[in-house]
């Protein structure tokens, strides 16, 4: 398959994690953010990953210097010419995701696949706003990207076998595991995931066991690496709680009402690690 010049864009937490492992990987990588300061801070991120790695021996300096040189940061759309992959990680807002889609397919050839990692917006819907919608697909990275073994690969109506062959391999070059997904709210890691932590704040409404005690249950009888209620104050109550009415709303299904409490707690201003104050208390 013809993979080799790969674009990514949007610098931020996803973005910069995208593009180091693509450049790890051997591909040339055009990073492309509106903003100049996030590509700095991006390349600055992707430094400190790439020197961690090299401390662990994961990779020696040389590995590191080239992967480095492969990226290339740009602020313009016409840098994609000739990208054989668009993988799009921009603001998660339907609007800016429509129009900046236009934008990359504006300047790259029918043969290019455009790829979203969106962790919300449905595929089928993003398909249809580029010039060729059998060639796009979902790519949804887990953040810390570099740490995170999984790809869940999204096809949506139109995505067709060769862009989806594509997906796969892509995957396996970065040395990642993809599953890959139907198009429906929150595919198939958060579908699972999200309403299992809602029960986790339903049961704690309930006064059947405390904070403390649900996510000690859940780590030590399920073997989970941190509990439920310590993780939703990890992923932010307010983005869960619109996680959540994604859901309810996407599959008009009353299983996926969000707790009250998680409702109340977002209306306090109680949003988790990034307040000092969810579930648990933060310094
Ligand atoms: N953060 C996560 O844990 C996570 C996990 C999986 C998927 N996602 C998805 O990844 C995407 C990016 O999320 P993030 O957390 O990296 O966001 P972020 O806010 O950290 O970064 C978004 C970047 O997009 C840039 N941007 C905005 N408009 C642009 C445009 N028109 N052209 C180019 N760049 C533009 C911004 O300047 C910013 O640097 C979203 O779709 C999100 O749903 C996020």
Known sequence: ????????IGA???GNGIAQVCAAAGFDVTLLDIAEPALQRALATIDKNLDRQVAKQVLS???????????????DYTSLEGADLVIEAATENLDLKLRLLQQIAAQVSTECVI???????????????????????GLHFFNPVPMM???????????????????????????KTAITAGNRPGFVVNRILVPMINEA?????????SAEDIDAGMRLGCNQPIGPLALADLIGLDTLLAILAAFYEGFNDSKYRPAPLLKEMVAAGYLGRKSGRGFHAYG
């Open 1 to 8: 398959m013809n993979l080799h010049r790969i674009g990514v």
């Open 12 to 14: 931020g937490t996803m």
């Open 61 to 75: 300096a040389e590995q590191k210097d080239a992967a480095l040189a492969r990226i290339r940061l740009s602020t």
């Open 115 to 137: 790829a979203s990692n969106t962790s919300s917006l449905s595929i089928t819907q993003l398909a249809a706003s580029v010039s060729v919608p059998e060639r796009f697909i």
């Open 149 to 175: 073994g999984l790809i869940e690969v999204i096809r949506g109506l139109q995505t067709s076998d060769a862009t989806h062959a594509l997906a796969l391999e892509l995957s396996t070059r970065l040395g």
């Open 201 to 209: 704040i339903l049961v704690l409404q309930e006064g059947l066991a």
